[in-house]
């Protein structure tokens, strides 16, 4: 189980290594080259080009921060499972259902151009969206054992991991005062992780026979993530504990579409209003291993020695091999993208056009999560190659600051920003408070 949850934590850090479409500040800086992702209906004035890596995008979201994971023991860190670090230290920081979000963007190729009325673009990206429940009673679990509760309930667990390439194509118009855009985006998964438990309670009422109520199911798509399987009286069990990484090791692991679909309206010389709908489709994945366990009540005798001298992750691990991952005969799933819904609006004052005011509100949901968020924006843009704008937003997970420059020639346009940035840190260097963060950065030739 502990292997289970640093497996989490290296799903989320090769997620950000490679959706953060972009910060939300950047659809309102003068000269940004990359708007029409946050609003396919907003494009740049020039015609734009851009080689391998053009863009970079990493955020997170959640209701817990690392240092509550990650403690200082003695002249080294530890884990809050490490047995120098007190339980009331590590399960006191702990909430009853601890979430993680996080999202990542690589833009491998830009290209944009005018023909006619029209503004062509066209983009190949690499993305992926994850997801990390771990509830309150499954640390406590590994924590404490039988020292602890005398009933676990770990139902909440999830762990998602989505990754795939999409090659989209973008055609906007101006008409009048309002602009139109859409764009269609084919989507070639990569790998996909999807682990899940249904419902699962450790019942520790009888200390010489716990009862372990479990029903979960895990999908596995790609060649990134490594399993094992084996025969138990005819039937193909997986090995939970056999899991992965192996990095660097294409395949199509599903097939999918999605849309974009924006409109922009100048009200009059000051007063822009727009609205987007970005990642309407679906992905279909082609399940390498998809098993679950029976929905049966198990019976599980622990050892014998003193509480003192139990290994609490050999008992996790014995669990584990007592709950069966049969694996089915369903070899296909479909997931819906996180959606998202947002609306802008930036007023110029007229008494100095030099500066700007913008409101922006977004929805995303997915069928895992959603989160809500508002953001008000300041923008400056004091001369004709610099743009800047700083931010304040809240959601579900607190309040944010945020801040974002573009830099624009007649050659090149360069963006740096973020929605969310680290306040405080221990003295360790370990972020402090919630792990809510989040960096973009943007390179493009203007032809």
Known sequence: MKKSILLTIAIFLTGAAIHAQSVQG????????????????????????????????????SNFGISNFIFPVEDHLATGLNRHVPAETFLGGLQ??????????????????RRGKFYHTIDINVRSNDLAVLPYDLMAFLKLGENGKEVYDLSSFHVNSSNYLEIAYGIARKAGRFRYGARIKPIFGISRLNSRLNSFSIDMLDPDNWKINAQAEIAIAGNQFSSKTREDDGAKVFNLRSIGLKLFRPAIAGLGMAADLGVQWQANDYLDLGFSVLDIGMIGWFNKVFARTPAVTLEYTPATETSETTDNKEVSNSILDLAKFYVQDKKNSVTRLPMSVAATARMKMPFYEKLSFGVSGQLRNSPDFTNVEGRFHTIWSPLSWLSTTVSVGCDMYGWDGGVAANFSTKEFTFFIGTDSYIFRVTPQMIPAGKANASIAFGISHAL
Do not use: W
């Not at 009853?96 to 151009?113: C, E, H, M, P, W």
């Open 26 to 61: 950047g659809q309102f800086l003068d000269g940004y080259h990359f708007g029409y992702r946050l609003n396919p209906a907003v494009t740049p004035e020039t015609d734009i080009r851009s080689g391998l890596m053009n863009s970079f995008g990493v955020k997170t979201r």
């Open 96 to 113: 009853d259902i601890n979430t993680l979000i996080g999202s990542a963007d690589v833009g491998l190729f830009a290209r944009g151009f």
